[in-house]
C-alpha cells in the first residue's frame, strides 16, 4: 500500500489524504486490417489499417478514510493510428486518447452513499450476417441513493457519448438523463412511488445529411397497497398517473390514468377491476380514449377454469369517436396424465360492438417497435393492416435516426426491410391506418387452443385456431371493415438430447391476403473432436396471396449457424460458420462469413487473434469484406 501523509499544523498528527492499493500496470498493442469489396458500386475497394499501442495502470484507492471516499480506477494512455485506402486515394490520421474505467463511493457506510462510475472503451461488435464494425463509447454515471426506512429514494445523473464505424456508416451520438425515484412506505396504508425521467440526445452520421434530435420528459405517480382479509383472502388496489413528452423525431405528449382493484371473493373465485383515461396529442391528431374492464375467473377442482370478461372504451378524436364494447367466455381445462404427461384445453368466445361516430377515417400511429430481421432483406408486417402507405416513416430505435426511403419497400402486409443501421436491433414505425366512419359492427370471435405434453416436456403436440368476423349493422362499410380474419397452425417439438427439432404449418387470413406458412429448425449441442461444437438451422417457406388481386408471392428464409470450441493446452478457440438464403418470387439473397478467434495466456501476457470475413451475392450486386485482428496485453 502507498499513503500521501499530511501533518496537521501546530499538532505534528499525520494523516492520510490518500492511499492506494493492489496497483498493477498493462501495456498492450492491436494491429487490424479489414478489406471490402462492393461489385455495386463499380467494385470499389476499401482497405483500412489501425494501430494502437497502450499503456495501463488500475489500482485501488481512498481519499482521508475508506469510510468518507474509496473506488477503483483503470487508466489508459492509446495511441492510434488509422490508414484508410480507397479507389479515390489514402487517408492517415493519428490521435492520442486516455481511455478509463473509474469507480468512486462516497460516504459508503451511511444511509446516503453516492456512486460515481465513468468509463470509455472501444469494442468491435461482430453479428452473425453483418460486417464488424467499431464502436467507441464514453460514459458518465452518479447515482445517490437515500436508504430510510420510510422515503427510500435514488437520484442518477448519466451522460454518454458514442461512435460506431463500418460499413462506410459512421454514426456519433450523445446523450444526457437525469432520473429521480422514490418510494415512501405508508406502512399498512400502502406505498407511494415517484419518478421523473429527463433526457436529451443528439444523433448525427458522419458524412451525410442525417441528423436528429431528441428530448423526452416522462413524470409517474402511483399508489399501491395489497393486504388480506380476516378469511386470508387476498386484495390490492393501485392508482397510477403519468405524464410523457417527447421532442425530435416524434412529437408527442400523452397523460394516463390507471386503476385498479384485485379482490379475492373465495379460495376458487377472484376478480378484478380497471379503469384507465389517457390523452394524446401531437401534430399528426388529437385523441381522448377512457375505458373499463372487469373479469371474474373460477377454479374447480383444480383442473377446470372458467372466466367472464366484458369492457367499453371509447376514443375521441377532433372530428369523431370510436365506442368499443365486447364480453367474452374463457373455458381451459388441464388433465395430469401418466408418464409425467399431460394436456391442455382451451376455448374462448368474444362477442364486440363497434360504433364509428363523426368522419373518423384515418387513424395515426406512432413509432410501432418491430425487430430487425436477423437477414436483410426481411419482411416487417404492421400491427393495423390497413395502412397507408404514404404515410409510412421509419426510424431506428437505438440510432434515432431517421430511414430513408431506400432502406425499405413497400410490401402488402408492411414493409420490406433492405437495409438498416448497424446498431439498430429494432426500428420504428409510424403510420396512419384507414376505417370506414359513420358505422356499427358487431363482431364475433371464436379461439380454440389444445397442447400435449409427453413424457415431461420430452415432446410436445398442439394446435391453435381463430376466427373473427365483423356484420354490418348500420352505415357502409368497405371489405376492410367485414373481411374478418382466420388463424390456424399445427406444431410439434421434440426435445431428443443433444437434439432440439420443432416445425410448424400455419394459416393466416386478414383483409389485404391469404398467406400459408411452414417453419422447421433444428439445433443441436455436442462434445465433438476434443471440443464442443452447436449448430442451429431453421427454415420459413412462406405462399401469400393478395385478396382482390391476380397476383402471388413466395419466399423462403433459410439460417444455418455454427459454432465449434476447443481449447489447445494454453490457447481457447472459437470458430464461427454461418449462411443465410433469402429466395423469393422477386430476388435472391444469399450471405455466407467464417469467423474465428483464438485467446491464449502465457502467464501474465494474454493474445488475442481474431479473424473474419463475409460475403454477399444478390442481383443488385455481390459484396466481401475480410477482417483480421492481432491484441496482445502484458500485465506487471
Not at 402486409?413 to 391506418?433: A, K
Amino acid at each position: 500500500m502507498c499513503l500521501l501523509l499530511c501533518f496537521r499544523p501546530g499538532e505534528g498528527e499525520a494523516y492520510s489524504l490518500l492511499g492506494v492499493r493492489d496497483f498493477g500496470q498493462s501495456v498492450g498493442g492491436t494491429y487490424s486490417l479489414q478489406h471490402s469489396k462492393d461489385s455495386a458500386a463499380a467494385n470499389s475497394t476499401v482497405m483500412e489499417q489501425n494501430y494502437t499501442e497502450d499503456y495501463g495502470v488500475q489500482f485501488d484507492y481512498f481519499v482521508v478514510t475508506p469510510l468518507l471516499w474509496k473506488g477503483r480506477a483503470l487508466l489508459d494512455l492509446e495511441g492510434v493510428q488509422k490508414k484508410e485506402e480507397a479507389d479515390g486515394g489514402t487517408a492517415r490520421s493519428s490521435q492520442v486518447r486516455l481511455r478509463y474505467n473509474l469507480n468512486a463511493y462516497l460516504l459508503p457506510s451511511t444511509p446516503y452513499p453516492v456512486s460515481i462510475a465513468a468509463s470509455s472503451a472501444r469494442e468491435t461488435v461482430s453479428l452473425p450476417f453483418s460486417p464488424d464494425y467499431q464502436s467507441e463509447h464514453d460514459d458518465l454515471m452518479t447515482i445517490l441513493t437515500i436508504q430510510n426506512q420510510f422515503v427510500p429514494s435514488e437520484l442518477s445523473l448519466a451522460q454518454q457519448s458514442q461512435t460506431t464505424s463500418g460499413q462506410g456508416r459512421d454514426i456519433t451520438q450523445k446523450s444526457h438523463s437525469f432520473n429521480l425515484n422514490t418510494r415512501p412506505n405508508l406502512g399498512a396504508l400502502g406505498m407511494i412511488t415517484a419518478s421523473i425521467n429527463l433526457s436529451e440526445s443528439d444523433s448525427s452520421g458522419i458524412g451525410s445529411d442525417s441528423s436528429s434530435h431528441n428530448s423526452s420528459g416522462t413524470a409517474n405517480f402511483g399508489y399501491h397497497n395489497s393486504w388480506r382479509s380476516a378469511q386470508n383472502l387476498a386484495r390490492n388496489f393501485s392508482l397510477t398517473y403519468g405524464y410523457h413528452q417527447n421532442a425530435g423525431t416524434s412529437v408527442i405528449t400523452t397523460q394516463t390514468l390507471n386503476s385498479g382493484v384485485g379482490w379475492e371473493f373465495g379460495k376458487v373465485l377472484q376478480g378484478d377491476l380497471t379503469y384507465f383515461s389517457s390523452k394524446s396529442s401531437s401534430f399528426e391528431q388529437k385523441s381522448q380514449s377512457q375505458g373499463v374492464s372487469g373479469a371474474l375467473s373460477h377454479k374447480l377442482m383444480g383442473s377446470l377454469r372458467s372466466a367472464i370478461n366484458a369492457s367499453a372504451t371509447r376514443d375521441q378524436y377532433d372530428d369523431g369517436q370510436n365506442t368499443f364494447i365486447s364480453a367474452g367466455l374463457n373455458l381451459g381445462y388441464h388433465k395430469r396424465l401418466p408418464a409425467a404427461s399431460d394436456t391442455t384445453v382451451g376455448y374462448g368466445y368474444t362477442m364486440t360492438r363497434n360504433e364509428h361516430t363523426g368522419g373518423v377515417s384515418s387513424i395515426f400511429i406512432s413509432e410501432e417497435r418491430h425487430p430487425v430481421p436477423i437477414v436483410t432483406p426481411g419482411r416487417i408486417r404492421l400491427n393495423q393492416p390497413t395502412f397507408q402507405a404514404n404515410s409510412i416513416t421509419v426510424v431506428g430505435a437505438q440510432s434515432r435516426l431517421p430511414y430513408p426511403a431506400s432502406f425499405y419497400n413497400i410490401v402488402p402486409e408492411g414493409i420490406e426491410l433492405t437495409d438498416h443501421n448497424l446498431v439498430d436491433t429494432d426500428i420504428l414505425i409510424s403510420y396512419r391506418y384507414t376505417q370506414d366512419p359513420n358505422i356499427v359492427t358487431v363482431g364475433t370471435n371464436h379461439g380454440a387452443n389444445a397442447a400435449v405434453n409427453l413424457f415431461a416436456g420430452k415432446y410436445r403436440v398442439y394446435t391453435n385456431a381463430n376466427q373473427s368476423d365483423q356484420r354490418l349493422v348500420k352505415g357502409q362499410a368497405t371489405s376492410l371493415t367485414t373481411s374478418g380474419t382466420r388463424h390456424f397452425d399445427l406444431g410439434a417439438t421434440a426435445n431428443l438430447t443433444p437434439h432440439n427439432l420443432s416445425a410448424e404449418l400455419g394459416y393466416d387470413k386478414d383483409y389485404a391476403q391469404n398467406q400459408y406458412y411452414l417453419t422447421g429448425s433444428w439445433g443441436t449441442s455436442a462434445p465433438y473432436a476434443g471440443g464442443d461444437v452447436s449448430v442451429n438451422a431453421n427454415d420459413r417457406f412462406t405462399l401469400q396471396r393478395s385478396n382482390g388481386r391476380d397476383d402471388q408471392y413466395w419466399a423462403n428464409s433459410l439460417s444455418l449457424q455454427s459454432t465449434y470450441r476447443r481449447n489447445f493446452g494454453r490457447i481457447a478457440g472459437k470458430f464461427k460458420a454461418n449462411y443465410a438464403n433469402m429466395a423469393s418470387a422477386d430476388s435472391t439473397f444469399h450471405t455466407a462469413s467464417l469467423g474465428a478467434n483464438l485467446e491464449a495466456s502465457f502467464g501474465k501476457l494474454f493474445v488475442l487473434l481474431n479473424s473474419s470475413v463475409l460475403w454477399t451475392f444478390s442481383a443488385g450486386g455481390n459484396t466481401s469484406s475480410e477482417t483480421i485482428s492481432l491484441s496482445f496485453r502484458r500485465s506487471f
